[in-house]
């Protein structure tokens, strides 16, 4: 008799169970861009809330090579972006150190393996040296990523063009991130997104 009227009760609970096992194993949904940052996720209720995950952290795939290398040789924090612009979607970027040390690291950002900063397979650069930052002839101030202050220095073009040039101090030295005749906008978001991958 008392087994009859709990027979009841044990089948709500086993319906309770089922419920929340559907629930937790509903279809979800992620968008990432080719930094492989998942930048949000897509829930059955039809909300898109952003997710930072543990990728996002990480430097761009260009620079996977020589990380180890860099972290190994330099004393300095290592400030590698995460994001780079789109040329490295449409054709080979290739991240060459040029100068490595205790205090200071050089990577050259260039379109051919055996690039010795040439003009024409030149990229970019981007660097890193203990230190303050002195604050850069004709440089334009600006605010950066977590409200640090940053300077950008155009490209200057006679026969070939130059680096445009953004730079901060962050940590125990000074950064910058170069682009040859670089577009400001995304030399920013370039130096955001190193700020924001620093561990």
Request: hydrophobic share 40%; charged share 15%; glycine share 8%.
């Amino acid at each position: 008799m008392n087994t009859f009227r709990l027979a009841p009760v044990k089948w709500m609970a086993l319906l309770m169970v089922v419920t929340l096992a559907a629930c937790q194993d509903a279809p979800v949904s992620r968008s990432s861009v080719s930094s492989g940052v998942s930048t949000s996720q897509e829930f059955s209720g039809g909300a898109t809330p952003p997710v930072l995950t543990a990728e996002a952290k990480l430097p761009h795939g260009v620079f996977a090579p020589i990380l180890s290398e860099l972290n190994q040789k330099t004393q300095l924090p290592v400030v590698l972006p995460s994001w780079l612009p789109e040329e490295t979607e449409t054709s080979p970027v290739f991240a060459i150190p040029t100068e490595v040390s205790a205090s200071e690291y050089q990577v050259l950002l260039a379109f051919s393996a055996d690039c010795n900063g040439g003009t024409a397979c030149r990229w970019g650069e981007v660097s890193g040296q203990m230190g303050p930052l002195t604050a850069p002839e004709g440089g334009e101030s600006i605010t950066l990523a977590q409200g640090i202050k940053g300077y950008f220095v155009p490209a200057t073009c006679g026969a070939n063009c130059s680096d445009a040039v953004v730079m901060w101090e962050q940590a125990e030295g000074h950064y910058r991130v170069g682009l040859k005749a670089g577009d400001k906008e995304e030399l920013i978001e370039m130096a955001n997104s190193a700020i924001a991958a620093t561990p």
